[in-house]
C-alpha cells in the first residue's frame, strides 16, 4: 500500500516539532478524513532556513509533512510557493489513491505559513 519512502518518513519523521518566534506559520486541516497540519518557518534574506511541523492525522499525513519540509529548507519564498502538491506526492513515490488529499494538505500548509509571514512583515 505505502512505499518504502512514505513508511521511512513516517517512521523517522524528519522537522518534527515547533519553532520558537517563527516567522511564518501556517495551518490547514481536512474535517472529511480528520488530518491538521501547522507548518513553522524561519526566514532569512527571503530564504527559508528552517522549517518544523506538528500533524494530527494518518501516516501518509506524517509523511507528507515530513517530506514538504525537507523539500523547503533552502528554498526562497518563490521557489517554495512552487512547490505542488503532486511534487510532494511524487517525492514519496507515489500514495495510495485515497491518501492523495494528504499531500495536498502539506504543500497547503507550507503556502499557508509563507503567506502569513508575507502578511506580517
Same mark, same amino acid.
Given at each position: 500500500?505505502?512505499?518504502?519512502?512514505?513508511?521511512?518518513?513516517?517512521?523517522?519523521?524528519?522537522?518534527?516539532?515547533?519553532?520558537?518566534?517563527?516567522?511564518?506559520?501556517?495551518?490547514?486541516?481536512?474535517?472529511?478524513?480528520?488530518?491538521?497540519?501547522?507548518?513553522?518557518?524561519?526566514?532569512?534574506?527571503?530564504?527559508?532556513?528552517?522549517?518544523?511541523?506538528?500533524?494530527?492525522?494518518?501516516? @501518509?499525513?506524517?509523511? &507528507?509533512?515530513?517530506? +514538504?519540509? *525537507?523539500?523547503?529548507? !533552502?528554498?526562497?519564498?518563490?521557489? @517554495?510557493?512552487?512547490? &505542488?502538491?503532486?511534487? +510532494?506526492? *511524487?517525492?514519496?513515490? !507515489?500514495?495510495?489513491?485515497?491518501?492523495?488529499?494528504?499531500?495536498?494538505?502539506?504543500?497547503?500548509?507550507?503556502?499557508?505559513?509563507?503567506?502569513?509571514?508575507?502578511?506580517?512583515?
Amino acid at each position: 500500500m505505502y512505499t518504502d519512502k512514505v513508511m521511512d518518513h513516517f517512521s523517522n519523521p524528519r522537522n518534527v516539532g515547533e519553532i520558537e518566534n517563527a516567522d511564518g506559520v501556517g495551518e490547514v486541516g481536512n474535517a472529511s478524513c480528520g488530518d491538521i497540519m501547522k507548518i513553522f518557518l524561519k526566514i532569512e534574506n527571503n530564504v527559508i532556513t528552517d522549517v518544523k511541523f506538528k500533524t494530527f492525522g494518518c501516516g @501518509a499525513a506524517i509523511a &507528507t509533512s515530513s517530506m +514538504v519540509t *525537507e523539500m523547503a529548507i !533552502g528554498k526562497t519564498l518563490d521557489e @517554495a510557493m512552487e512547490l &505542488t502538491n503532486k511534487a +510532494v506526492e *511524487e517525492a514519496l513515490d !507515489g500514495l495510495p489513491p485515497q491518501k492523495i488529499h494528504c499531500s495536498n494538505l502539506a504543500a497547503d500548509a507550507l503556502h499557508e505559513a509563507i503567506k502569513n509571514y508575507r502578511e506580517n512583515k
